[in-house]
Each structure stands twice: as C-alpha cells, then as structure tokens.
Nanobody, 113 residues
C-alpha cells in the first residue's frame, strides 16, 4: 500500500491561490486524484491525473483547479486559484478510483472572506 502525505493547506483569503502537494512513498505508477470533504458534507471528487498526464477536473471546479504530477510520478499537485469560501474543506489525495482503505490525514484549506 502506497503511503500518501498531503501538504500545503492553510488559511487564505478569498481570491487567493494555493498549491497542495501529495507525496507518495515509493514508485507510484497509478492514476491519482484529489478529493475534498467540506465541513459537514460527504467527500467529493476534485480532479484526477493518469499516469500519462491526462487530467480531468470536476465540472463545477474547472477553470480554477489544475492537477499535475512530477515526472517520477511520486508527487501530485493541486493548484487552486481564485479561492472561494465554499472551497473550505479537508483535501485528500488517493488513487483513482480511490483505495478506500488508504485515506491519509488530508490537508485543511480554509478560505476566509
């Protein structure tokens, strides 16, 4: 089982940007994705990237969210621009589809007005 560690979250004002990172232990040649869980809501899909770099972003988030991975495939990034209060959530990375037994701690993003 690949160990996944998310980082880069924090408190940001609306309109700002943030870059989240997900470091995977060892070689990770799988499709990866970002998910998020807003307070009091279900976890939801955000964006994914294949091992060849093909990306897909949830319809409602397109234009503000970008996913990328480094050449070795061990680190996946999520760039979020023009942050909105409704983006406040704990952000997780996982494989795509997710290994439900392998959720990490996530990284909290809080967007203030």
């Amino acid at each position: 089982q690949v160990q996944l560690v998310e980082s880069g979250g924090g408190l940001v004002q609306a309109g700002g940007s943030m870059r989240l990172s997900c470091a995977a232990s060892g070689s990770n040649r799988r499709a990866m994705a970002w998910y998020r869980q807003p307070p009091g809501k279900q976890r939801e899909f955000v964006a994914r990237i294949s091992i060849t770099g093909v990306t897909s972003v949830a319809n409602s988030l397109r234009g503000r969210f970008t996913v990328a991975r480094d050449n070795a495939g061990n680190t996946v990034h999520l760039q979020i621009n023009n942050l909105k209060p409704e983006d406040t959530a704990n952000y997780y990375c996982n494989t795509y589809p997710p290994d439900t037994s392998n959720w990490g701690q996530g990284t909290q993003v809080t967007v203030s007005l």
